[in-house]
């Protein structure tokens, strides 16, 4: 339950923040709480996301609302309103078929490769500081 409590409030804090909140979530797990396999990892972590989700949709209700009925009167939508349902389908279609991938991948990686504690460290602790890179990089092209 304790582990529960911690893990929502780091993702609540991370969540909003220009870090990874699963590689935030993920560096705890593995460094200070039992082991779990690579699945479940993932799994809890989605599942820390979902409150998330739902603590953003509360926060933009009305245009989730807007949005919504708009999607129920697609033909007749023509303006931006159209676009953006159209990018929010194509984008969770495209995440979703990739994220179900590269899940089935780590399940089965991690079943044949054990991964200690300090080498998942080191693994999360490299990509985010690539991440880091990214959006320095990404800063300094818009300035």
Known sequence: M?????????QGIAEWLPVSSEGVIFLVQTNFFD????????????FLHLGTAL??????????WKLLKALFNYKKETGEDKLVLNFLIISTLISG????????????????????????????GLLLLFTAYLQLKKKRDTS
């Open 97 to 124: 078929i990739l994220g179900i991938l590269l899940l089935k991948i780590l399940e089965n990686a991690g079943d044949s490769i054990e991964l200690s504690g300090k080498t998942l460290t080191f693994l999360i």
């Open 2 to 10: 304790i582990e529960g409590f911690i893990f929502g409030t780091l």
């Open 35 to 46: 082991s779990l396999t690579i699945g479940q990892m993932i799994r809890f972590a989605l």
């Open 55 to 64: 603590a953003a949709l509360l926060y933009f209700w009305k245009d989730f």
